[in-house]
């Protein structure tokens, strides 16, 4: 097998050998007459790639045999490529013979130098085989990488798992008072029961994939399915250096989602190359768990329930408000500590609203938002609050009452 890449093929053929180094450790290489596929698969064994290329990719491909197939290190192959791809004037691969012990990586520099890598082949290679007909999957959505990167920029960082909820699409618009209209698509931020994550930070974003998405569809009941975040961001970059759309296409929790790129209008036929990207999800399915992914009345409440404890009625019409005013209406977001950090914070806040009865609208909303500010820094309990904050309260509340007194006196 011998083969060479230059020019814009070799761009995508870094992305690919760096996008399959983030999902897994060993590089399977398949070749055939018709195409070459790399595969990877991680050590979990929950997330599988390939990135397949036709024979026009190349500027040379040749095979001597039917099949040839070996297995390498990707951190080896990172380690050749890391010289920049600008520089690189062409880069050819070469096996020797089916069964040789290692693979020859040649690079020609566009200074006239020439570096030549000779990597090793695992002795006893993991090659697997996955079959998936992507026409199978009942719900599936295209969207743009840069949109989708927007979209999970409001999670966490470090957040490990996502869950997907989607909803057959209504009638309702989007500007709706009381329902989040044609917010079908629920992105949900999940978090280990099992594992202490009282600063964990849980957020849930509705979509409306009319305005977010290239296509959506799904019928029927709503179905969830709960992934790892790291092979999806690692597959949304390669997407956005091929300036391609990214195809997601799932059924229900316990089934696998399946990921690939999207060109054009066709879907691929006119492309030189394809990948898959192929993840396990959760068994249980999350619709039953924390807040439901349709009511929005719920989740305005929990809202205020969380933000501002018993307020009043006023209190809570200015929150919508201020979710409306947000910049797109396309997307409504919501964010909120851990489950015991919002019981912690209404407790202290319904103490805060006790004192501050005769207090006027103005120094009200001075308090609260206060308030806001140190529950989501310090997550105090109900025996760490301060002893001393409602006597500075009741003081404030004196010195107001006086004030007015003595004006009226006047």
């Known amino acids: 097998m011998e083969l060479s890449i230059s020019g814009n093929a070799l761009k995508t053929f870094g992305r690919s050998i760096t996008c399959l180094a983030r999902v897994g450790n060993e590089l399977v290489i398949q070749a055939s007459p018709s195409q070459l596929a790399l595969h990877t698969l991680n050590s979990s064994r929950s997330a599988f790639q390939s990135i397949t290329f036709k024979t026009d990719f190349f500027d040379a491909y040749n095979i001597s045999a039917s099949q040839v197939q070996c297995s390498v290190l990707l951190k080896a192959v990172c380690s050749v490529l890391r010289t920049p791809i600008a520089s690189i004037e062409t880069l050819t691969v070469k096996l020797a013979d089916p069964d040789a012990s290692k693979v020859q990586w040649a690079l020609e520099c566009l200074n006239g130098m020439k570096k030549a890598y000779w990597i090793t082949c695992n002795v006893e290679p993991d090659i697997q085989h996955l079959s998936l007909d992507r026409r199978k999957f009942p719900s599936n959505l295209v969207v743009r990488p840069r949109d989708l990167n927007r979209l999970l920029a409001n999670f966490q960082s470090s957040l490990q798992e996502i869950t997907i909820i989607a909803t057959e699409p209504t009638s309702v618009p989007s500007d709706a008072d009381s329902e989040i209209g044609g917010k079908a698509v629920e992105l949900r931020s999940y978090i280990d029961p099992t594992k202490d994550n009282d600063s964990s930070l849980h957020t849930q974003l509705w979509i409306d994939p009319i305005e977010e998405f290239v296509q959506y569809t799904h019928s029927g009941d709503p179905v969830d399915v709960t992934f790892s975040v790291k092979e999806l961001k690692a597959f949304l970059t390669f997407c956005e250096g091929c300036e391609v759309e990214i195809h997601l296409f799932f059924d229900k929790a316990g089934e696998p989602i399946l990921m690939a790129p999207k060109f054009g209008l066709d879907d691929g036929p006119g492309s030189n190359f394809d990948a898959t990207l192929v993840l396990a999800t959760m068994l249980i399915s999350q619709l039953n768990e924390g807040n439901p992914s349709e009511p929005v009345q719920a989740a305005t409440t929990g809202h205020d329930q969380a933000m501002h404890g018993t307020g009043s009625q006023a209190q809570r ?94």
């Open 317 to 410: 019409e200015r929150s919508r408000t201020n979710v409306r005013e947000q910049p797109s209406d396309h997307t409504r977001i919501w964010s909120d500590l851990s489950a015991s950090a919002a019981k912690s914070s209404g407790g202290v806040e319904e103490r805060q609203v006790q004192g501050q009865q005769n207090l006027n609208a103005s120094e009200q909303r001075d308090i609260q938002r206060i308030s806001m500010i140190q529950i989501t820094k310090d997550v105090p309990t109900r025996e760490s609050v301060p002893p001393a904050a409602p006597s500075f309260r009741q003081q404030v509340e004196k010195e107001h009452i006086a004030a007015a007194q003595g004006s009226l006196q006047d």
